[in-house]
Every structure is written in C-alpha cells, then in structure tokens.
C-alpha cells in the first residue's frame, strides 16, 4: 500500500453472480459506467473504474461502500489491489479458464465527484469482534 504512487482505478472483485453485478451497477444513476470488465472465470468478474483524483483513503472507501452495495468481495477492497491479466489462464479452477476483458467506450477518467461519497458506517454496519466480514 505505501508504494502506490497515484489511484488510477476503482476495483471490484465479484466473485459469485457477476453478470448481476453489472446489471446492478447499469441500474445506478450515481456511479459512471465501467471503463474495463475482466472476466476471470464463469460467473466471476473483476470491475474497473479509470479515475483520477482519488487518493488511497478515499478510493478505499469507494470500494468498501461499493463491495458492501453490490455484494462483491468486501476484502478486495486494498489501493493496492491486483488484478488477472488477460489472455492468460486461470488456473484456480480445473479446467483453467481464458481471461477475457471487455473494454467500454468510457470517456475521460472519472473523478471522485462521479461517484457516491462514502457513508459513514452505521452501528448496524460495524464488524463484530474486528472481523469486517461478519456484520452485527
């Protein structure tokens, strides 16, 4: 995390659903559209946003509000976050699956002000025993 020098995209890992995922995000007036879907196995996809503007707080917070929103993988949520590489394998599942990406004719990089400012966690929101995945 440190040594990221600049914030150039929103990410978000579903990792179950996917295709829901993205209907659910078309569905939302305040976020802009995808710049790239990778789509790392069947019903698994990677999500990007291009932005610029963001610092590492703020892009964390981005996603975690996001990861908590639309169901995705509330642990991918780091500035520091990988993705796959297309045209590559993945091997996690037999038999190994072509990553394949989806470029959208998105527009110039979005700023923060295109996305939702994150909400304060609510006490119905905060984790139980430090654990972010288990919700009171």
Known sequence: ???IG???HVFLDADKDGDGVLKAIGARRDLPLPSYVIRSSPGRLHVLW???GFTKERVEAVQKQLATELGTDKAATSCAQLTRLPGFLNHKYAPGCEIVADYADAPDPASPERFAAPKPMSDVQRPVNG???RLE
């Open 1 to 3: 995390r440190e040594a």
């Open 6 to 8: 600049e914030i150039r």
């Open 50 to 52: 291009q932005v610029t």
């Open 131 to 133: 654990r972010a995945d």
